[in-house]
């Protein structure tokens, strides 16, 4: 029998190394997409229009917000697991739009679930829970450390977290969530710091290559100290714990912290350059309630699932800003 899979958020990072994933695993896999006047299915088209994908991969609308497309994809569908990855995820502007991440991220998981619990009770479902729900709790942050969110993103997705609990609790569904510390990639939104800054780095070294000059990039609080990994190492991680006989949660993470300012350092020196050269300070960026440190303990990870991150930092930084440099040069 053919495993059906249904991921939310599809379009995103996490969504298209997953998507990947699965399709080699010999999945149908089935993705909610949010409609966008705007262009935004730059990382899954290429997999979607792939010839040896047809039929095996399904594009539906839908939204978070949008009660009545999630029970009639779930229905549709019938998915045998559920990754529910889709959120207003950036920290920032839930600082902003509070009422609108809580919508998408805290109400629209309850949606999800609501639709499986009522259609598809069997499925396995994942919840994208993040390493935010910690905020000002002291690392190493593992799967029992107290949730202090500094966000209204963290505060929303503390709320998700609960009720797969309480849905798993209350209702017997095969519920888990995966606190996934920082994950990059060169398919990382544009607007987040590492992806800003390796963009940065690749035009700043093509333009001196060139002969010309470039603009610095502005970033805020370098002091801010991140767990960061491979983002498609993350998504077998997801797909581990929908594997186990029982459901429970789990961190993923490298372990290893690392400043702003010090990736800053990783990605210009790749190219050659000072990050001092190149970096404008602005107070602007930082956030009303900053959290200062993120560092996971992912040893339960790693002893029930088998999984570890293998891709340093280092490596990371490296080659976020080689595919930054080859996209520019295209």
Known sequence: ?????????????????????????????????????????????????????????????????????????????????????????????SFEMPEYTASADA???????????????????????????????????????????????????LHAHWATINYREAYGLFAVAGILFNHE??????????????????????????????????LGNLDAIRDWGYAQEYVEGMWRMLQQDTPGDFVLATGVGTTVRDFCE???????LDWRDHVVIDPRFERPAEVPELVGDASHAASELGWKATTSVGELARLMVDSDIAALQQ
């Not at 053919?2 to 695993?25: F, H, P, V």
């Not at 990783?266 to 050659?272: E, I, P, Q, T």
Request: aromatic share 8%; charged share 20%; proline share 5%.
């Open 266 to 272: 990783l990605a210009f020196s790749h190219a050659g």
């Open 185 to 218: 990639s060169p398919r990382r939104g544009e607007s987040f710091v590492t992806r800003k800054i390796t963009r940065a780095v690749a035009r700043i070294a093509t333009s001196l290559e060139r002969g010309g000059t470039a603009e610095p990039v502005t």
């Open 107 to 157: 109400i629209g998981t309850i949606r999800m679930l609501e639709a499986v619990r009522q259609h598809a009770p069997e499925a396995r479902f994942y919840q994208a829970s993040t390493s935010e729900m910690f905020g000002l709790t002291a690392p190493p942050q593992h799967e029992g450390t107290h949730f202090h969110p500094r966000s209204p993103y963290g505060a929303a997705k």
């Open 1 to 93: 029998m053919t495993k059906r899979a249904l991921i939310t958020g599809i379009t995103g990072q996490d969504g298209s190394y997953l998507a990947e994933l699965l399709l080699a695993k010999g999945y149908e896999v089935h993705g909610l997409v949010r409609r966008s006047s705007s262009f935004n299915r730059g990382r899954i088209d290429p997999i979607y229009l792939h010839a040896d994908n047809t039929g095996r991969l399904n594009l539906h609308y839908g939204d978070l917000t949008d009660s009545t497309s999630l029970t009639n994809l779930v229905r549709t569908a019938q998915p045998h697991e559920v990754y529910n990855l889709a959120a207003q995820s950036h920290v920032a502007v």
